[in-house]
C-alpha cells in the first residue's frame, strides 16, 4: 500500500425514508427526526466505527444538495460540529452538486488527504426532504437542472431521465412493451435487495415486501392507481422516493498509522463533468459523461470493468440503473435490459450491482446518497455487509454516483485491504 493511499476506516448511516409526521387536522409536516440529530448521530457513529477521538479528525467536508430550499438552512456543513467540541476551529467545506454532493465531498477530502495536508477527514452526507410536499420538491430538485431551457419550461427530473430512456429505447431499437418490462425487472431485483436492508425505506415490512413487489410480473400488473405514469415511460415505480437521511465516514492516509480494524482503500477515483443543458450533448442515448469518469477511475486502479465484484450505480429512475451498468461496462451498450431479462445481473452474476437496493429501494435523500453508497461498498468489502451480502469475498467495488441529468459523474475503485 503506498503511503498516500486513501482509506475509509469506519462508517454510519441513518436509516432512509421520510421522517415526519403530518397532522391531520392542519396539514402540517413535523420533523421526526431532525437534520442536526441526524449528523450528531452519523458523526458520532463514523468515529466510533474508526475508533478515533474527534480530535484526530483534522477536517470535515460535508454534502448537501440544496439545504436551504429544504430546510431553511443553508450553512449547513458547521452543524456537524455541533456534538463534538473537538471538532471546534477545524475547516469544514460545504458541497453541493446535486445527487452527487457527497461524492463531490468525498473526493475533496481524499485529494486533501493525498496531498499530506491532512491526515484524517470526517465525510457527511446529508437531507432533510421530507417536510415539503412532492410538488414542492420537484420544484427544488428541478434547480439542478437548465433553468432556461428544462424547469422553467416545466421539465422536471423524472422527465429528463425519461427523454434519456427514450433516446436509449429509440436507439437500440427496443419495443416500448420490452423497454416495461426491461424497468420492472430492474425495479423488482432492487426491492429483492432492499427488502433485507433494515436502513432501506423499502426494507423490511415495507410496501415493498407487503405487496410482493419482489417480480416483474407482480410490477407489470399493478392498477394505474398503484403504478402511476409519472414523465412517460416511467411510472411511479421506477422511481427512487423523497427520503430523509445522513451518512458519515472516516477516511485516513495509509500512512497516517489511523487505520483501524476494518478499512478498504480508495484505488481509483475520478469526476467528470458534463454540459448541464441536455441539448448541449450529442448522445443522449448513453452517458458519456459516466463513461469517461469510469475509463478514468479503472486506469487509475489499473483493472477493467471484468474485475469487479461489485457495484453500487445510480439508479434515481430504473432507466439510469441500465444506463449506469453500461457505462461501466458490465454490459455491453443498448444491452443492459436484455442482459435483465435473461438473468445475468441476478444473484448469480459475477458482479453483483445494488445490494444495497440501490436509491429505487433504500431512499434518495439526494445530498447522502453519494456517502451511502460508498457506505455500502465498504461494508461488503470489510466483511460487514448490512442486508444482502455479496456470496464470496468481495475484493473491488465501483461506485458510480450520479448529479444532474448526467452532469456531475463520480467513480470510485474500492479495494479490500
Known amino acids: 500500500m503506498?503511503?498516500?493511499?486513501?482509506?475509509?476506516?469506519?462508517?454510519?448511516?441513518?436509516?432512509?425514508?421520510?421522517?415526519?409526521?403530518?397532522?391531520?387536522?392542519?396539514?402540517?409536516?413535523?420533523?421526526?427526526?431532525?437534520?442536526?440529530?441526524?449528523l450528531a448521530d452519523v458523526v458520532d457513529g463514523a468515529l466510533t466505527g474508526a475508533d478515533l477521538d474527534a480530535a484526530t479528525i483534522d477536517a470535515v467536508y460535508v454534502g448537501s444538495c440544496s439545504p436551504g430550499a429544504f430546510s431553511h438552512q443553508e450553512l449547513l456543513a458547521p452543524l456537524a460540529l455541533e456534538r463534538c467540541s473537538a471538532l471546534r476551529f477545524k475547516p469544514v467545506h460545504q458541497s453541493t452538486a446535486a445527487c452527487a454532493s457527497s461524492s463531490a465531498a468525498l473526493h475533496a477530502a481524499a485529494d486533501a488527504l493525498q496531498s499530506g495536508r491532512i491526515q484524517a477527514a470526517l465525510v457527511v452526507g446529508i437531507e432533510k426532504m421530507s417536510l415539503l410536499s412532492t410538488p414542492q420538491v420537484t420544484e427544488v430538485l428541478g434547480r439542478c437542472s437548465y433553468w432556461p431551457e428544462e424547469s422553467s419550461t416545466g421539465m422536471t427530473f423524472p422527465g429528463l431521465f425519461a427523454t434519456l430512456g427514450e433516446h436509449y429505447r429509440q436507439y437500440n431499437g427496443i419495443s416500448p412493451e420490452r423497454y416495461r418490462e426491461m424497468l420492472a425487472t430492474v425495479a423488482a431485483t432492487n426491492y429483492r435487495r432492499g427488502i433485507r436492508n433494515p436502513l432501506a425505506q423499502f426494507g423490511p415490512g415495507s410496501l415493498a415486501e407487503t405487496a410482493a413487489l419482489t417480480s416483474a410480473a407482480a410490477i407489470l400488473e399493478l392498477p394505474e392507481e398503484k403504478n402511476p405514469l409519472i414523465a412517460a415511460p416511467l411510472r411511479l415505480h421506477d422511481c427512487s422516493p423523497i427520503s430523509d437521511g445522513a451518512v458519515a465516514l472516516v477516511l485516513v492516509?495509509?500512512?497516517?498509522?489511523?487505520?483501524?480494524?476494518?478499512?478498504?482503500?480508495?484505488?481509483?477515483?475520478?469526476?467528470?463533468?458534463?454540459?448541464l443543458p441536455l441539448s448541449r450533448r450529442p448522445a443522449l442515448h448513453k452517458l458519456e459523461g459516466a463513461r469517461e469518469s469510469v475509463?478514468?477511475?479503472?486506469?487509475?486502479?489499473?483493472?477493467?470493468?471484468?474485475?469487479?465484484?461489485?457495484a453500487e450505480v445510480h439508479d434515481c429512475f430504473t432507466s439510469n440503473q441500465l444506463l449506469c451498468i453500461e457505462a461501466l461496462g458490465l454490459s455491453d451498450e443498448g444491452c443492459a435490459g436484455e442482459d435483465y431479462l435473461a438473468g445475468e445481473h441476478d444473484k448469480d452474476a459475477r458482479c453483483q450491482i445494488n445490494l444495497s437496493g440501490g436509491l429505487k429501494s433504500k431512499g434518495h435523500p439526494v445530498g447522502a446518497t453519494g456517502a451511502s453508497m460508498h457506505y455500502f461498498a465498504y461494508r461488503q468489502l470489510t466483511g460487514q455487509a448490512v442486508g444482502t451480502a455479496h456470496p464470496g469475498n468481495p475484493e473491488l467495488a465501483a461506485v458510480l454516483n450520479i448529479g444532474g441529468s448526467g452532469v456531475v459523474n463520480c467513480t470510485t475503485i474500492l479495494q479490500a485491504v
Open 253 to 275: 492516509r495509509g500512512d497516517s498509522g489511523l487505520k483501524g480494524q476494518h478499512a478498504a482503500a480508495l484505488r481509483g477515483r475520478a469526476i467528470s463533468t458534463d454540459y
Open 2 to 38: 503506498q503511503p498516500d493511499t486513501v482509506l475509509i476506516t469506519g462508517g454510519a448511516h441513518t436509516r432512509f425514508g421520510p421522517h415526519c409526521e403530518k397532522d391531520r387536522e392542519t396539514g402540517k409536516r413535523i420533523d421526526t427526526y431532525p437534520q442536526e440529530q441526524m
Open 295 to 310: 475509463l478514468r477511475a479503472y486506469r487509475e486502479a489499473g483493472i477493467s470493468a471484468g474485475d469487479l465484484d461489485l
